[in-house]
C-alpha cells in the first residue's frame, strides 16, 4: 500500500511541476487516503498480534 502513495506523490509532484493542479490536487487526496489506510491497518494488526501473543517453537 505504501507502494501506491509513493506512486501518487510521484504523479502529483511531476503534475504539479508541470502546472497541472487538478491532477494534482487529486493525486495528493487520493495518497493521504491510502497513507492513513495503510497505518489503520498497520495499527490493528500491532494491537491484534500483541492481543494473541506470539507462541514460539
Known amino acids: 500500500m505504501l507502494g501506491w ?4 506523490l510521484v504523479i502529483a509532484l511531476i503534475a504539479g511541476i508541470l502546472g497541472f493542479g487538478g491532477i ?3 493525486s495528493i487526496e487520493i495518497a493521504k ?3 492513513f489506510i ?5 495499527l490493528v494488526s500491532a494491537v ?9 517453537i
Open 33 to 35: 487516503i491510502i497513507f
Open 48 to 56: 491484534v498480534g500483541f492481543a494473541r501473543g506470539r507462541n514460539r
Open 5 to 8: 502513495v509513493v506512486t501518487f
Open 24 to 26: 494534482a490536487g487529486a
Open 38 to 42: 495503510a497505518v489503520v491497518l498497520f
